[in-house]
């Protein structure tokens, strides 16, 4: 049984900064891809970043520049570094792992969410 747990999310000031860290447990070594979504209030889960096993990494266009994704060397852990928080970055944050299954077929894997609330 595979599990994400998820930590870092917060209070914060606008202009702050966090960071998110998760951990996943339950016999799978490699994860093709893990990363971070979110769900702000009365809106749909978005894609924030993320990184592929080869260290490529995808972005949302709002949190370029501000936000950094990375992952640790055995490749189970990724962490995502927040500056200058906005309140629009509000937010559940949900970590995610995408599994290949032999044949390529992907599983994900999501985490609890932890939140994230930034005050203007």
């Known amino acids: 049984q595979v599990h994400l747990v998820e930590t870092g999310g917060g209070f914060v000031q606008s202009g702050g900064s966090l960071n998110l860290s998760c951990t996943a447990s339950?016999?799978?070594?490699?994860?093709?891809?893990m990363g971070w979504y979110r769900q702000g209030p009365g809106k749909e889960r978005e894609l924030v970043a993320d990184?592929?096993?080869?260290?490529?990494?995808n972005y949302a266009d709002s949190v370029k520049g501000r936000f950094a994704i990375s992952r640790d060397n055995a490749k189970t852990t990724v962490f995502l570094q927040m500056n200058n928080l906005k309140p629009e970055d509000t937010a559940v944050y949900y970590c995610?792992?995408?599994?290949?299954?032999?044949?390529?077929?992907?599983?994900?894997?999501w985490g609890q969410g932890t939140q994230v609330t930034v005050s203007s």
């Open positions: 995610n792992a995408v599994y290949h299954l032999p044949g390529g077929r992907p599983v994900d894997y």
């Open positions: 339950g016999g799978i070594a490699r994860f093709w891809t």
């Open positions: 990184e592929t096993l080869h260290e490529t990494t």
